[in-house]
């Protein structure tokens, strides 16, 4: 490993927080579409630093251990608290962050324990159910074996989340789409 490389960086506050600032900016609408695509883009942005972390350790740039940290780093910075002025935009940005929950725990779960066994739809249709029996650990962790196999290859179908009743399955669900995007295709989403 370079020198170069020991310091790659995967994603920082900085990034983030101009992320923030753009959306501070906007009038959002869920419903426009304008708005409804930068959230999205913040939300993809977020996951394709998990995607380049993952791809890093399968190219041995890092190991496992760092690997983690770099997705702790991630989490840390995407999920900290944010003060917003606007509630409505603070409440998207909540979304947000609720969707790309499952996102960190899965990269770091396929990092330590690899990929779980099982049938994404059968874990989706698991986690609706302990989330309609107010379960939400065992919904989540559900989720999260789902993004393991999302990360290794095998493909999310998106229109589980329409056979879902919305709630934090439904969302969580929405984040793995965007690992799975990321994975497919780690792009940069251009922050301007």
């Given at each position: 490993m370079t020198e170069d490389e020991s310091v790659e960086t995967f994603y920082s506050a900085e990034r983030w927080q101009n992320w923030l600032d753009r959306?501070?900016?906007?009038?959002?609408?869920?419903?426009?579409?304008?708005?409804?695509r930068l959230l999205l883009n913040l939300q993809d942005d977020a996951a394709i630093a998990v995607a380049k972390v993952l791809a890093a350790l399968e190219e041995d740039r890092i190991d496992e251990e760092r690997a983690v940290e770099e997705i702790r780093h991630v989490s840390d910075i995407v999920l900290a608290e944010v003060?917003?002025?606007?509630?409505?935009t603070a409440m998207l940005i909540d979304g947000v962050q609720t969707s790309l929950v499952p996102v960190f725990y899965a990269a770091?779960?396929?990092?330590?324990?690899?990929?779980v066994e099982g049938d994404i739809a059968e874990f989706v249709r698991a986690a609706a159910d302990?989330?309609?029996?107010?379960?939400?650990?065992?919904?989540?962790?559900?989720?999260?074996?789902?993004?393991?196999?999302v990360i290794s290859g095998h493909h999310l179908?998106?229109?589980?989340?329409?056979?879902?009743?919305?709630g934090l399955v439904?969302?969580?669900?929405?984040?793995?789409?965007?690992?799975?995007?990321?994975?497919?295709d780690p792009e940069v989403v251009e922050e301007d």
């Amino acid at each position: 490993m370079t020198e170069d490389e020991s310091v790659e960086t995967f994603y920082s506050a900085e990034r983030w927080q101009n992320w923030l600032d753009r959306v501070a900016d906007e009038e959002l609408d869920p419903e426009n579409e304008d708005s409804a695509r930068l959230l999205l883009n913040l939300q993809d942005d977020a996951a394709i630093a998990v995607a380049k972390v993952l791809a890093a350790l399968e190219e041995d740039r890092i190991d496992e251990e760092r690997a983690v940290e770099e997705i702790r780093h991630v989490s840390d910075i995407v999920l900290a608290e944010v003060s917003l002025d606007d509630e409505d935009t603070a409440m998207l940005i909540d979304g947000v962050q609720t969707s790309l929950v499952p996102v960190f725990y899965a990269a770091e779960e396929f990092v330590v324990g690899g990929v779980v066994e099982g049938d994404i739809a059968e874990f989706v249709r698991a986690a609706a159910d302990a989330e309609a029996d107010d379960d939400l650990d065992a919904a989540l962790g559900y989720v999260v074996q789902a993004g393991t196999r999302v990360i290794s290859g095998h493909h999310l179908d998106i229109e589980l989340v329409e056979e879902l009743e919305y709630g934090l399955v439904s969302e969580w669900i929405n984040g793995l789409d965007s690992l799975q995007s990321a994975i497919e295709d780690p792009e940069v989403v251009e922050e301007d």
